[in-house]
Structures are given as C-alpha cells and as structure tokens.
C-alpha cells in the first residue's frame, strides 16, 4: 500500500524520488533483522506472541508514520514496520504447519502464499486509491487498520506449543567480541547439527535454493522493465500487461501446485520451479517482441506457482520441530543476504553491457540449484 505514494512522499517533503524510495530500502532492512528474530521468538514462545505483537507493532508504527513530521521519522517506523512483517509471516506459516498433517503441508502452505501474492497485488491499488481521494497519510492508516484486524485474529488463533529441544541444546551466547563471536558460529553448527544427518544435504540443496529462487524474481522485477523498454520498444502498458500475465498464472497454480506436493512428490514442485526459470533466463534476451516475452513470462508464472512453499514446505519436514523457527529463518536470512546483491550486480551488468546480460548471468545458478535439489535433496513426503 507504501509503494504508489513514494513520489507524493518525494514531493510532500521535498526531497528526491530516489530519497523516498529508501522507505522500500527501510523496510526491507527490517524483514531482515525480523527474520532473525523471528526464529529465536517462536522457538521459544510459540507463535501467538509473534501473531499479535507482529501487526501490533506494525499498525503503530504505520500510524505513528502517518502523522510524522520528517522523512527520517517514516525511514525509522518504516524499519520496524518491515520487522513486525517478517516476524508475523513467519509465524503464520509456523501456525499453519501445526494446523495440518504432514501430507497436508502442501496445499495449506501453497494457498497461504497464493493469497499472499493475492493481497500484494491487491493493496497497490487501494494505496493508490486511497492517496488520490484524501492524502499519502491514508495510505499509512489504511494500513494500520489492515493490521489492527489481524491482531484479532491473533487472538483467536490457536498457539503452537514449543517442542521440547534436546537436553543438549544449542547454548546462548552473549555479546559480540572475537570471543563472542567464535562461539556463535559454533552455536550455529550446533544448530546445523540438530538435523537428521541423511537430511542435511537435502537442507543445504533448500537453502541454496531459496537464495536462488528470491535471487530470479528480484532480477525479472528489476531487469526486465528496462529489457522490455529499452530494447523491445515496449510501451508501460505493454510492460504492466507482462506483470498481469505472471500474476494471473501464479494465482491460477494455488491449488494444483497444494496437491501436487501433497499427493506427487515436494521435488515435483522444487525442482522445476528452481530449474524452468533457467530456460527462462536463456531465451530473455533472444527475444524480439512482445508476444515472445509475453510466454517466456508466462512459463516464469507457471514456475514461480510451482514454488509457492513449496521451499518452505520441504523445510519444515526436514527440520526438527524445536529448531523449526531458528533454522527457517537461517534459510530466509542467507536467501535474503544473496537476493539483496541482486540489484546491484543486475544494475551493473545491464549498464557495463545491456539489461539482458543478468539474465545470462543468473542462469547457472539457478541449473545448479535444481540440479542439487534433484540430485541431493531427497524426497520429503512421506507416502
């Protein structure tokens, strides 16, 4: 709902787009710091802390932001808004986990993500909306009314009681000298440890390939408006339509995607949604109009359904039941770190050569990563 008022930002504080645009920036910031402490809260406090406190935070933080004074203050509330975010959907998908049986994971977890995709489709509209008939603060308010109602649904959402971890656990560290530091690398091979040892390949090939999955849709999302335009002549309508198209696919493969995992194979949905992208990313710049990018877009779509939790889904039969949250959020985390590079090096190599150069570049990790999870990761559904 932030995203269309950046440039009513831009203007109302008198500063550049770019400026404005640091609130995506702040928030982003804080789906990272929120995803580590996701994983420490729900393993310890189970998830109804985190499904009231996450839209808690962020319905006061986003109408704190509706009436500050200063750029700054709105970075700031922008920051623990994107905390509160991360936090709240990690322990969404934990609640939902132990709502379901095991062979149920699929479908529960696909159709929480499709609805996901759903509402960020949905809400850059009403943003929009909202601005044009009052001002960029409703923006912020509707918001804040949006997560006012989940924090009641919180409170009639059943709470997911914390497994008993092991007697030999992984031990707390306390500060962040060299010491300090060595330890928590060891705490996080303890962690690593606590995996079953014929499956942590197959979390390794997991981890690889969320990384790999973030890493792909950043470059479509940031790559190929500039492909499109700049050397497909494509107009913004034409440019939005492509979005439309993928979207309408993704939303089309919510319960297909649910029932293949749940009654195929997770490796049915892993491995073609890591690997088709690939092709993908090879026929981009072969390209020559828009009816051809449009069913490269399509395929992308069909491939990015496939992937609805299905990532999520595998971990969560790998992991232990005590360590879920911290080992899911060591997952998100490293995929975070590596996707958050991929602007950087998309916008470099488009600018030193040309925008369909990333797509090159990014193919073969995405053939390694669904060679590994073919190859390595074994099969977690349990017929």
């Known amino acids: ?11 109302e504080f008198g500063v550049s787009a770019g400026a404005a645009a640091q609130i995506i920036t702040a928030f982003a910031i804080g789906k990272f710091v929120g995803t580590v402490i996701a994983g420490i809260v729900l393993d310890r406090m189970g998830t109804r802390i985190a499904l009231i406190g996450g839209p808690l935070t962020a319905s006061l933080a986003s109408l704190a932001a509706s009436g500050a004074p200063w750029l700054s203050a709105i970075l700031v509330l922008a920051l623990i808004m994107g905390a509160a975010d991360s936090l709240w959907s990690t322990a969404r998908e934990v609640a939902a986990i132990d709502l379901a049986r095991r062979n149920q994971r699929g479908r529960l977890i696909s159709s929480l993500h499709g609805t996901y995709n759903m509402g960020a489709a949905i809400s850059p509209f009403l943003g929009g909306w909202l601005t044009d008939i009052f001002n960029y603060k409703a923006a912020f308010i509707g918001y804040a009314l949006a997560t006012a109602l989940s924090v009641v649904l919180g409170l009639v959402s059943p709470d997911s009681v914390v497994a008993p971890a092991p007697q030999k656990g992984v031990n707390r560290v306390k500060g962040w000298g060299f010491a300090s530091v060595k330890r928590r690398l060891r705490s996080v091979a303890e962690l690593f440890s606590v995996i079953r040892p014929d499956l942590r390949s ?14 792909q849709r950043i470059v479509v999302q940031s790559m190929l408006p500039l492909y499109a335009g700049y050397y497909l002549d494509l107009s913004p ?14 939303f089309m493969m919510i319960i297909p995607a649910g029932f293949l995992m749940d009654r195929v194979g997770r490796k049915w949905c892993t491995v073609p949604s890591t690997g088709l992208p690939a092709l993908v990313f090879v026929l981009i710049p072969l390209t020559s109009n828009f009816t051809q990018l449009a069913i490269l877009v399509g395929l992308a779509g069909l491939a990015q359904g496939l992937s609805l939790g299905s990532l999520a889904t595998s971990t969560y039969d790998v992991v232990p039941s005590h360590a879920r949250g911290r ?5 998100r985390t490293i995929a975070e770190l590596g996707s958050g590079m991929a602007p950087l090096l998309g916008g470099y190599l488009a600018n030193t050569y040309n925008p369909g150069v990333p797509f090159l570049v990014y193919a073969p990790l995405l053939v390694f990563s669904a060679t590994l999870l073919a190859v390595v990761g074994k099969e977690t559904l349990e017929r």
């Not at 709902?1 to 203007?11: G, K, R």
């Not at 690889?208 to 999955?213: F, N, Q, V």
């Open 1 to 11: 709902m932030i995203i269309p008022i950046i440039p009513v930002i831009a203007l």
């Open 202 to 215: 197959t979390y390794l090939a997991l981890v690889l390939a969320t990384l790999a999955s973030q890493s």
């Open 237 to 250: 309508t034409q440019i939005g339509m492509l979005f439309t198209i993928s979207g309408v696919i993704v």
């Open 327 to 331: 080992l899911q959020a060591v997952r």
